[in-house]
């Protein structure tokens, strides 16, 4: 744990929705098969509805959020769209973002979250992806590299029995399906 004080624009992460804990389990969500590992890569992936929408509407409805992301509170400068095919309708960004912890007066704990999302726009649905996924922790004070695959999977992400997430590891693991889910929903929203 990093102790500090909060940077300006450090606070909570902007998009996090507080705690139900009317959940017997808090964790369930979080458990077994929580983190998809596909060829190796962990890869979180889910099929928007667009119901009467052209490839072209929700391309342009999905690039202009994608691209307002990219300007949000705790994005890095280096977030950017890195593909806008009109042809294929294919729009690809690459995101560095702070993922927080615990934020106080006298701790701050967060790590940078590097992903990139991918939207395949269709008439009608857009299929979202949001893949290469790693962070960089105590960049400030230790750096380290972490990688999802070798970071949050079941294996690392949970404890031995499964029916808990680890100390540390499960705190990412808990960030970053919160961030997926978040965004997943989000172009859910904007696509209706």
């Known amino acids: 744990m990093m102790l500090c004080l909060p940077l300006a624009g450090a606070a909570q992460n902007t998009w996090e929705m507080p705690e139900n804990s009317t959940t017997t389990n808090p964790d369930a969500k ?5 983190v998809p590992v596909v060829d190796g890569r962990v890869t979180f992936k889910t099929t928007v509805e667009a119901p009467g929408k052209s490839a072209a509407q929700v391309a342009s409805i ?7 992301m990219t300007k949000e509170p705790g994005q890095f400068e280096q977030s950017r769209i890195a593909l806008d095919d009109s042809v294929t309708h294919q729009i690809v960004g690459t995101y560095q973002e702070w993922l927080v912890f615990k934020s106080t007066a006298l701790v701050l704990d967060r790590t940078r979250l590097f992903y990139n999302l991918i939207a395949d726009c269709h008439d009608g649905k857009a299929d979202i992806t949001m893949t290469r996924i790693y962070y960089l922790y105590e960049e400030e004070r230790d750096p380290q590299t972490l990688k999802a695959e070798e970071w949050i999977t079941d294996e690392e992400g949970l404890t031995r029995s499964k029916q808990k997430l680890s100390r540390v590891a499960g705190k990412f693991r808990r960030k970053t ?7 997943f929903n989000k172009f859910a929203e904007l696509l209706k």
Do not use: P, Q
Request: aromatic share 16%; hydrophobic share 40%.
């Open 30 to 34: 979080y458990l077994v098969g929580a």
């Open 177 to 183: 399906i919160d961030r997926k889910d978040y965004l």
């Open 62 to 68: 999905i690039r202009a959020y994608m691209e307002k």
